[in-house]
């Protein structure tokens, strides 16, 4: 019954807008300032509605058919959902390369929810989300330029590479050299972006609309309605190059002692406009490339500390995150200055890039944010619940919210041993993470549903920099956790300093912060230890 609706609703879809959008599209076509641009629109929504409507109905089908008669969780039925999920997932994939825009986008997004898909969607998504993006005409990048600058790119630099450094789902970056000589790096809009964004938005929600009114414990609208408020800012690259700044301003101000660690590249302001973006080439390896990296003089666990570092301070305390920190943004590099560390390793800069997606958080989020990060640090089970409860997730849901933002199960959460919260990445781990996902996928999709939009970008940023963390050290490291600790418990006491009203609250935050030190010093011992034994048994 379901999937004859399904299949009866993607030929009733291709009719529909075969037919009301050819009388439409001609009668627009006519009568537009921009003929070609609206062609593009009227000719490529309704072949994309028919297109996920047929893909939609093609995953659930082979869902349904494949699985028919396979008891719950025997051998074989488990066999067959590995083979169905593979499937679907490449359909999935050829679904967001077809399209375009920003179901690329949502594809991206899909490969960095370890917590809620099954594996083969993330790990087919993460393989080609990020290399395999379209690359705009050099026809189209010179029709932009003279839209933007009134003039040719020849005619604007002394040199342009024609051929993209780099592509993404946005846009694409080209090297250039200005006219006094500098080399830079220029970020060039893909045209289509614009011209099918309103419609891709509509496309996709009817398509999860759908699919949540048959299948209701399948709820991902919070996703269309993020990427709505999002894009718009993605898509200003004078957004984007004032966020740059105002990134950099933070660690100045509120930062010092990352000041010097952090950096930006430079905005050639004269030859920057919404869908152009001109700013110093910067030379780094990728901060997934550990081979790079470590040719280059660096050692990866102390690029994976300035990363803690840089976003930890970023969350807790500027409330300003760079919330896209997947590794194609960062950057490694020596230190300009040539610092070395006192071993004689030379110390790293993080450059950010892609400064599109940025979220501010207020000062209540913020410091409930930071203060559940303390207590998931410290496994206070107590405080967990109540800051989880305050962030959104409510007093059934507490649990999950804290095992999705560690990745742990709630008895490794709350486990007062100094790694609890470490994932090493081996076998068991996996394949706990996946059974956790599988068996409680109505609730995480319920907890995604209620928990506000800022918090699940959070989660996001959280992912990505776990990606990191994983590639630069193999799993995730004590240390990490034990910045998050550091940094997040910092704030919350800053706050409290700033809403001080007595001498005997005064008093007992100076109290707090001794025993805080005490903690920390604690743990520190314990990963020295750790490191010492790890040492002698290599």
Not at 6 to 23: D, I
Not at 292 to 317: N, Q
Not at 408 to 434: C, F, M, Y
Request: hydrophobic letters at 40%; a neutral charge.
């Amino acid at each position: 019954m379901v999937l004859g609706f399904l299949l009866r609703t993607t030929a009733k879809a291709g009719a529909l807008a075969t037919t009301v959008g050819g009388g439409i599209a001609a009668a627009k076509i006519a009568t537009s300032d921009d003929p070609e641009t609206t062609f593009k629109i009227y000719t490529a929504v309704p072949l994309r509605l028919v297109r996920d409507s047929f893909t939609v109905a093609t995953i659930a089908f082979d869902y349904e058919y494949s699985l028919l008669g396979l008891p719950e969780k025997s051998a074989e039925r488990e066999k067959i959902k590995h083979e169905v999920h593979t499937r679907s997932a490449r359909r999935l994939e050829e679904l967001c390369f077809r399209n375009g825009g920003i179901y690329i986008k949502i594809g991206q997004h899909i490969s960095q929810l370890d917590y809620v898909v099954p594996p083969e969607y993330v790990q087919t998504m993460r393989k080609s989300m990020l290399n395999r993006c379209p690359v705009s005409s050099y026809d189209e990048v010179c029709k932009l330029f003279k839209k933007e600058l009134g003039a040719m790119p020849e005619d604007i630099f002394e040199e342009f590479n024609p051929v993209p450094l780099a592509s993404a789902s946005l846009a694409q970056v080209h090297d250039a050299r200005t006219r006094d000589g500098q080399r830079v790096a220029v970020k060039v809009q893909h045209s289509h972006m614009t011209d099918t964004a309103s419609a891709d938005y509509a496309t996709v929600e009817l398509i999860l609309n759908t699919v949540h009114w048959l299948f209701p414990s399948f709820d991902y609208r919070w996703l269309v309605d993020e990427m709505r408020e999002s894009l718009p800012k993605e898509l200003d690259f004078v957004v984007e190059a004032k966020n740059s700044e105002k990134c950099l301003d933070n660690f100045r101000r509120l930062s010092p002692h990352l000041r010097d660690y952090v950096y930006a590249p430079k905005v050639y302001w004269n030859l920057t406009t919404s869908k152009l973006l001109t700013m110093e080439f910067i030379d780094g390896a990728q901060v997934s490339d550990v081979k790079e990296i470590k040719r280059r003089g660096i050692e990866p666990s102390d690029v994976a500390k300035l990363v803690s570092k840089t976003f930890a301070e970023m969350i807790y305390r500027h409330g300003f995150v760079h919330c896209d920190p997947h590794a194609a943004n960062l950057l490694i590099r020596p230190m300009p200055s040539n610092k070395r560390s006192i071993l004689g390793r030379k110390k790293p800069q993080l450059v950010l890039l892609d400064h599109g997606l940025y979220k501010e958080l207020d000062v209540a989020t913020r410091t409930n944010y930071a203060a559940l990060w303390k207590a998931l640090v410290f496994s206070d089970a107590r405080a967990i619940k109540e800051y989880s409860v305050k962030l959104g997730a409510g007093d059934d849901l507490y649990a999950l919210f804290a095992g999705i933002l560690t990745m742990r199960p709630w008895n490794k959460v709350i486990d007062p041993a100094t790694d609890h919260l470490v994932v090493k990445g081996t076998d068991s781990d996996v394949s706990e993470l996946q059974m956790y996902a599988s068996e409680y996928f109505p609730q995480i999709t319920d907890l995604l549903g209620r928990l506000p939009r800022v918090i699940l970008l959070m989660l996001k940023t959280n992912d990505c920099l776990r990606s990191v963390n994983r590639s630069l050290l193999q799993g995730s490291s004590l240390e990490t956790f034990l910045i998050i600790g550091r940094v997040s418990s910092e704030a919350v006491l800053e706050t409290k300093k700033m809403q001080r009203r007595s001498f005997l609250l005064g008093l007992s935050i100076w109290l707090e912060e001794i025993l805080l030190e005490a903690r920390l010093m604690g743990m520190q011992i314990a990963v020295w230890l750790l490191q010492f034994r790890k040492a002698l048994s290599g």
